[in-house]
């Protein structure tokens, strides 16, 4: 199971080709590669996108993705929620699987916390149903489940994947030049979540690259990153 960052449709879809991911070559649909946000490619449902979810689709792994702030959100939330290894998903084919907000799921024997949204900061460059959606940013009723499954799972799990971080992160990318993003609603909550939830390392995408950080957390964008509880990861980084 590997985890990498943003596809904004397909933008950066080619890190996941053959020559780049070459061991998709020795992988089945039974793995799994979890975009963290930004996933991009139920948007408008147009021949190019139709083209390139096929596209993934033929690639003998599994895609899994939580939500970006670029999605277009009115048409994911059409497809009928079902249960899925644990937690909540939108099935967009029999191979690419959304994780919604606030679930634990159980992959390959690990416990992975799951939850996409963030603030879109070029909102005035966007049109509001069109290129930008106000459900970008979670709802209380998220929020307040994500709790909830944190709770039942005693607040441990191996992996957080999401797409914002916590506001304690924010302040050191903002330190290191790597964002220009002040925190909001959504990094307080994944902050107060940090404080109190057991994990082995927790996954972010949203700024496009690169960086380990404290408290075991890393940006992820290029690298394709497997998934694993031992203190070595072993990282596929894409050709630039």
Request: glycine share 6%; charged share 30%; with cysteine.
């Amino acid at each position: 199971m590997y985890v990498t960052g943003d596809l904004q449709g397909y933008i950066d879809i080619g890190k996941l080709n053959s020559k780049r991911f070459s061991i998709n070559r020795e992988l089945s649909k039974d793995d799994f590669v979890i975009i963290a946000g930004d996933f991009g490619l139920v948007w408008d449902n147009k021949n190019d996108e139709i083209y390139w979810r096929k596209w993934l689709a033929r690639k003998n792994f599994s895609t899994l993705f939580i939500d970006g702030n670029h999605e277009n959100f009115q048409l994911l939330n059409t497809y009928p929620v079902e249960r899925w290894n644990g937690g909540k998903v939108h099935r967009i084919n029999e191979s690419i699987i959304h994780l919604m907000r606030g679930q634990i799921f159980t992959i390959k024997g690990y416990k992975i916390f799951t939850f996409g949204g963030a603030q879109s900061h070029d909102k005035e460059y966007r049109k509001e149903n069109v290129n930008w959606w106000p459900e970008e940013m979670p709802s209380l009723e998220e929020y307040n489940e994500g709790i909830k499954n944190l709770e039942r799972h005693n607040w441990e799990v191996d992996f957080v994947i999401t797409h914002m971080c916590p506001t304690s992160t924010l302040h050191a990318l903002n330190e290191s030049k790597h964002s220009g993003i002040h925190e909001d609603q959504l990094s307080d909550y994944f902050e107060q979540i940090q404080e109190r939830l057991s994990y082995k390392k927790w996954y972010f995408g949203h700024f496009h690259r690169d960086m380990e950080l404290p408290n075991k957390q890393k940006l992820i964008y290029k690298t394709i990153e497997l998934l694993s509880t031992e203190h070595s990861h072993k990282n596929i980084k894409g050709e630039q």
